[in-house]
């Protein structure tokens, strides 16, 4: 009996150590990196468009899946949480359109600027705030990343400026950061994004013509997602083709769902900058699973079929992930792995932004200036007095 157990056990350890091994020599033999063929881009006045053939390696890809999954398991998790009146007020979701963020930060350095609108919590985490920072400034609490007084539509880190909450007034603000780029002499570019909704506006096309006439190093990224809050971009706009509205300014059409895609069209778009040509007008098509905004259920305008069918068959979380499967590139237990690391840091942070405590009303008027001493500002009567420290 004894003998039959010893045996039993012994092959137990032979099969485990086999696993093991077999298990470590897979790891060892991913593959380091693969050429993918991605969509071609529609360009507009360009001579050349970007690459079809690129190339993506393994930690290259293990950091945009772990980067898509946090923002996806973020937007996610303030849905619950807005559902639950611990956010309030408004909260533009960025769930769908998880490439257009990693895949333009991919073509650009941290040192380079951007500035978009009001669906920024995605860019405030690629541009490097914290998820828990995030978090905290959903719920305005004194750890979020504008002290908890900026909410939803007004977070900001080094070289991102928001968060802008008026259509398409981020377009103009974008312009003028890329001339003191080329002021500065710096080759640094400015990435200014804007929605399809606010396609329409003037100050947009005002800015196209001074970005081109002072040859500033702007690449201005229409997101377009295919409605403008409810309305569809053919009911909008007498033409949809975003990437040719700046007519003087080259343009290139890209599938936004794809990061590889985006990558190498903003890399394209930010070498041409940098060479001084001035800008370059893109256009991302993309989409949200989300209504507008967390006040639109985002099924009156659209069909749930719709949804599902761009989910199934577009997503560009699962679309990486299928990439890296079939080339070797990653196991399914090791994304796995990540899925769980990510949905761990996402309720820490939720934790913390629910236990922070509220700014108080004496920080309420701090930070209007930059670099000034102290002064007094006027409450809502002559008699309340706060105090602005810098």
């Known amino acids: 009996m004894l003998s039959n157990i010893s045996n039993v056990l012994r092959a137990c350890a032979q099969r485990t150590g086999t696993a093991v091994?077999?298990?470590?020599?897979?790891?060892?033999?991913?593959?380091?990196?693969?050429?993918?063929?991605?969509?071609?881009?529609?360009?507009?006045?360009?001579?050349?468009?970007?690459?079809?053939?690129?190339?993506?390696?393994?930690?290259?890809?293990?950091?945009?899946?772990?980067?898509?999954?946090?923002?996806?398991?973020?937007?996610?998790?303030?849905?619950?949480?807005?559902?639950?009146?611990?956010?309030?007020?408004?909260?533009?979701?960025?769930?769908?359109?998880?490439?257009?963020?990693?895949?333009?930060?991919?073509?650009?350095?941290?040192?380079?600027?951007?500035?978009?609108?009001?669906?920024?919590?995605?860019?405030?985490?690629t541009r490097g705030g914290s998820v828990k920072e995030i978090m905290a400034e959903l719920t305005g609490r004194r750890g979020g990343i504008a002290k908890g007084k900026?909410?939803?539509?007004?977070?900001?880190?080094?070289?991102?400026?928001?968060?802008?909450?008026?259509?398409?007034?981020?377009?103009?603000?974008?312009?003028?950061?890329?001339?003191?780029?080329?002021?500065?002499?710096?080759?640094?570019?400015?990435?200014?994004?804007?929605?399809?909704?606010?396609?329409?506006?003037?100050?947009?096309?005002?800015?196209?013509?001074?970005?081109?006439?002072w040859k500033l190093p702007v690449i201005f990224i229409c997101e377009n997602n295919k409605y403008g809050m409810g309305t569809s971009v053919e009911r909008a706009a007498a033409s949809t083709d975003y990437f040719k509205r700046g007519d003087f300014i080259p343009g290139l059409r890209v599938d936004g769902m794809d990061l590889l895609c985006v990558r190498e069209a903003t890399k394209f778009a930010a070498d041409h900058c940098r060479a001084g040509k001035g800008p370059v007008l893109m256009e991302l098509q993309t989409y949200r699973y989300h209504g507008h905004s967390m006040s639109d259920p985002g099924v009156s305008y659209r069909t749930r079929e719709e949804i599902q069918e761009v989910r199934s068959k577009s997503d560009p979380i699962s679309m990486l992930k299928d990439r890296m499967l079939s080339n070797n590139m990653a196991s399914v237990e090791e994304l796995k792995e990540i899925d769980v690391e990510v949905r761990k840091h996402i309720e820490e942070a939720a934790q913390f932004a629910t236990t922070d405590p509220e700014p108080p009303l004496e920080e309420l008027c701090n930070h209007m200036f930059y670099n000034e001493p102290p002064l007094e500002v006027r409450g809502t009567n002559p008699w309340a007095k706060l105090k602005s420290i810098s």
């Open 21 to 125: 091994v077999m298990s470590a020599r897979t790891y060892a033999d991913f593959t380091p990196q693969a050429s993918f063929e991605i969509k071609k881009c529609d360009i507009h006045k360009f001579d050349a468009a970007p690459a079809t053939e690129v190339v993506m390696t393994r930690e290259e890809g293990l950091k945009y899946y772990r980067t898509m999954q946090m923002i996806r398991r973020m937007e996610l998790k303030a849905d619950q949480l807005y559902k639950q009146k611990i956010i309030r007020g408004f909260c533009h979701l960025y769930d769908g359109q998880e490439a257009c963020a990693v895949g333009i930060e991919a073509g650009i350095n941290l040192t380079d600027h951007l500035i978009t609108a009001y669906r920024a919590h995605g860019y405030t985490y």
């Open 150 to 213: 900026g909410g939803s539509m007004h977070m900001y880190t080094k070289h991102f400026y928001g968060g802008n909450g008026i259509v398409g007034a981020q377009v103009p603000l974008g312009a003028g950061v890329a001339l003191a780029c080329q002021y500065q002499g710096k080759n640094e570019l400015c990435v200014c994004l804007y929605g399809d909704g606010a396609a329409n506006q003037g100050q947009i096309f005002e800015t196209y013509n001074m970005a081109a006439l």
